[in-house]
Nanobody, 119 residues
Framework: VQLQASGGGLVQAGGSLKLDCVAS????????MSWYRQTPGKQRELVAT???????VYADSVKGRFTLSRDNAKRTLSLQMSHLQPEDTGVYYC??????????????WGQGTLVTVSS
């Protein structure tokens, strides 16, 4: 299984970036797919999730600024980030969860991509 994340970089506050996560080795359309981020000294936090049922959930801190999308045919999860702020800085990780009976039965993490927002 591989979750290959890309698209991170350095951007000024107010700018935009798009992250992509390409999955292999999983049945993509059966998995809930998420982006998490982690900053030094803080726990990894959920940014947004796209469920296998078609729902999308965002963290309150990114609502209205970030847009999550998935292309099941291309096995790709994308995160369009706009109006970026310095507090959005962190390493962004892609995650897949396969659920069975309401519980994750198989979870994988990508390697992470660094997003740095300068003020």
């Amino acid at each position: 299984v591989q979750l290959q994340a890309s698209g991170g970089g350095l951007v000024q506050a107010g700018g935009s970036l798009k992250l992509d996560c390409v999955a292999s080795g999983i049945i993509f359309n059966l998995n809930s797919m998420s982006w998490y981020r982690q900053t030094p000294g803080k726990q990894r936090e959920l940014v947004a999730t796209s469920t296998d049922g078609g729902d999308t959930v965002y963290a309150d801190s990114v609502k209205g600024r970030f847009t999550l999308s998935r292309d099941n045919a291309k096995r790709t999860l994308s995160l369009q980030m706009s109006h970026l702020q310095p507090e959005d800085t962190g390493v962004y990780y892609c995650k897949s969860d396969l659920y069975g009976l309401g519980h994750p039965t198989s979870t994988y993490w990508g390697q992470g991509t660094l997003v740095t927002v300068s003020s």
